[in-house]
């Protein structure tokens, strides 16, 4: 009988150790770590400015001159207001730009009058203007970089129709004059590779210089300049 009891309770351990055993290789089989797969490495996409620009701007030039020496006494001179156009390429670095610029103004009539003769002396005058300006941005203000800037280079001062009294007109006549310029705007970037550029330029011109009359003299418009407003577009090369 003891036998019989004995044999039944080692039975019994046994098969308890089995089930605590399976127990617990089913615990660990829901702990072991899963299979890593190989996957592709995620790539991030990093814009790339280069710091090169286009740009081109549309200008209204208010143009001035200072007076207009001919044979006769010319007084009240005056110079009519024109729309101007030009472009150029640049390159910025943190908070400092440059660009190389050309840009023509359309024929603005230049008149004066000698005595009680009104527009005696008149003409018509463009300009192509090819300058090197730096500037300095101004920080970023909600979106906005204000800027101010100054550049130097020359113009080409092209004179035409030019009349001193006379029925006939003169033959055109051009000249080149040192020309520099001062400048203040601001720029938004509304567009990652686009900025829209508002500015205002003091330009300076110098002197145009008619063909000479029957004596050998020729006409001077002088210390020509121009304020502008302008508004143009930059376009940020990648």
Known sequence: MRRSIAALWTGLSFAAALSGTGA???????????????????????????GWYLRGDLGYRYNR????????????????????????VG?????????????YGLRARAH???GSVSSVYSAKIDAVTALANVYLDLGNWAGFTPYIGAGAGASR????????????????????RFSWAWMAGASYQFMPNLA????????????????????????????IWAQEIRVGFRLLID
């Not at 991030?44 to 400015?49: D, M, N, S, Y």
């Not at 390159?91 to 840009?103: E, N, P, V």
């Not at 001062?157 to 033959?171: D, H, I, K, Y």
């Open 157 to 176: 001062l092209n004179v035409t129709e030019f009349r001193n009294g006379t029925a006939a007109a003169f033959p055109p006549t051009d000249t080149w």
């Open 112 to 114: 004066g009058d000698a």
């Open 196 to 223: 829209l550029d508002v500015g205002y330029r003091h330009l300076k011109l110098g002197d145009a210089v008619s063909a000479s009359d029957s004596t050998g003299r020729a006409t001077t418009f002088k210390n």
């Open 24 to 50: 617990q290789a089913a615990d660990m089989s829901r702990s072991w770590p899963l299979p890593e797969i190989d996957r592709e490495p995620v790539l991030t996409a990093t814009e790339f400015v280069s």
């Open 91 to 103: 390159y910025k670095y943190d908070w400092l730009r440059a660009d190389a610029t050309l840009d």
């Open 65 to 88: 001159i200072g007076s207009i020496e001919g044979q006769a006494a010319i007084t009240d001179t005056r110079m009519d207001n024109v729309f101007a156009v030009g472009g150029g």
